[in-house]
């Protein structure tokens, strides 16, 4: 795999304000996205949807994501990287309101395109932005910030299953939510470096074919979301139908795969300084790999819920390390982690439906019996993530300073840096 490598970043003016920044943007993100899953039986309920058209309506937000991801670009192209995560983050916000409000499916599928669309934007350039703060700070933080996700999905559910045990209007409660999410958004996005294309930079085009190499990547990222989607959607099936477990046990075990996710991925940026991207991703393949074993092999529930367990620390830092590799690819990482973003999030559309398919032809054994096998390429595929090591003469301080402990601090961030940096 190839790549243009572009000249060293300028350091951050700011580097704490703009890292607790970023944390609090994929917070929020994550917040939204939990929000929205607690409801989904309330809109079920309300618009009296069938299993089969509740299923056409949450294909709507992957469709809407991968038609509109591409245009990311073109928004910090001309605003600016801080007002374009700020403007499509908040788009996000509001559209969180829209699902509840439909009077019917075919409004339903609509809101769920839009919502879709802004979670695709605002994941990309807020994406590329965690990537050029990385790249500033001279360490990883990819999987810290995507742990932050996971941590503010969790922390944004129980607030949704409380208005669903209260029996609250989910139009009333998602309204609500998603004004005080929009408050946080606004306060997350102060802190961003405002970071800008040089001057005569050609405008990203509208929609564009992503670079190969990007594909090679979006590869391995396809791997490890199946694993994620697939157990996710299915570990709760598998105890029960399969190890026996009790309706108890099943109900929480997609709580406990999400906790686990959450804390391997604030975790694993200190794996990956010490490993390095490419290790740290043989690694993960490698306990996600004994993990899928496991659950092949299982019995009984004291067998699969550690397999869940390790198949989920496995994979939970493939996907941020595969947006970092993706954004230093070339003079324009928009359009390169626009088709990582799209690659993996195909994966998660169609995972949870492939494993069903293959279970009813064969058993849920065999389905995760591939699922074992994409965690087993992972370790096979991991040099394609070499783009996100950092040679050690760049890794600087998360307090602006380098290895020797000397200010490292530069100009104003809102001077354009010597790359196009139109996504970020």
């Not at 580097?15 to 970023?22: K, T």
């Not at 403007?87 to 559209?95: I, Q, T, V």
């Not at 595929?381 to 300073?401: F, H, I, K, Q």
Request: charged residues 10%.
């Amino acid at each position: 795999m190839t790549g243009t490598t572009a000249p060293p970043p300028e350091p951050l003016t700011a580097p704490r304000r703009a890292r607790a920044s970023i944390a609090l943007v994929f917070g929020v993100h994550g917040a939204v996205a939990g929000s929205f899953v607690t409801r989904i039986p309330w809109i079920q309920h309300h618009l009296h949807l069938s299993t089969g058209q509740l299923g056409l309506a949450l294909v709507m937000p992957a469709i809407g994501s991968s038609l509109a991801m591409p245009l990311a670009g073109r928004f910090v192209h001309r605003y600016g990287g801080r007002a374009a995560v700020r403007g499509l983050l908040s788009l996000y916000c509001l559209a969180l309101a829209l699902p509840a409000l439909a009077p019917s499916l075919p409004v339903l599928c609509a809101a769920l395109l839009v919502y879709g669309a802004t979670a695709g934007m605002a994941d990309v350039a807020m994406n590329a932005q965690g990537v050029e703060i990385e790249e500033r700070l001279g360490r990883s933080i990819m999987s810290g910030l995507h742990g932050m996700w996971s941590a503010g999905g969790l922390l944004a559910s129980p607030f949704g299953i409380l208005a669903a045990h209260l029996d609250l209007d989910a139009r009333l409660q998602l309204a609500v939510t998603a004004l005080v999410l929009l408050v946080l958004a606004q306060f997350a996005c102060r802190g961003l470096p405002d970071i800008r294309a040089h001057e005569g930079a050609e405008e990203p085009p509208r929609f564009a074919l992503p670079p190969r190499s990007s594909l090679v990547i979006g590869l391995v990222g396809f791997c490890a979301v199946f694993a994620e989607g697939a157990s996710m959607d299915w570990s709760g099936v598998y105890l029960r139908d399969v190890t026996g477990a009790s309706a108890t046990v099943a109900a929480v075990s997609y709580t406990a795969f999400s906790l686990t996710m959450a804390v391997s991925r604030l975790a694993g940026d200190a794996a990956i300084r010490r490993l390095g991207a490419v290790r740290t991703t043989r690694v993960g393949g490698a306990v996600a790999t004994v993990g899928g074993l496991l659950v092949v092999a299982a019995d009984s529930p004291a067998l699969a819920i550690p397999g869940f367990a390790l198949i989920g620390i496995g994979i939970a830092v493939i996907v941020p390390l595969a947006f970092a590799a993706a954004g230093r690819i070339g003079t324009n990482p928009s359009q390169a982690i626009a088709g990582v973003a799209t690659v993996t999030y195909t994966s998660g559309l169609i995972a949870p439906a492939v494993i069903g398919a293959l279970a009813q032809a064969t058993s849920l054994t065999v389905s995760f019996g591939l699922v074992t096998a994409l965690a087993c390429a992972l370790m096979l595929s991991a040099g394609a993530l070499r783009l996100a090591e950092r040679p050690p003469s760049e890794t600087n301080g998360a307090d602006g300073t380098n290895g020797a402990g000397e200010n490292v601090t530069a100009p104003s961030p809102e001077k354009p840096s010597g790359k196009d940096l139109s996504a970020i």
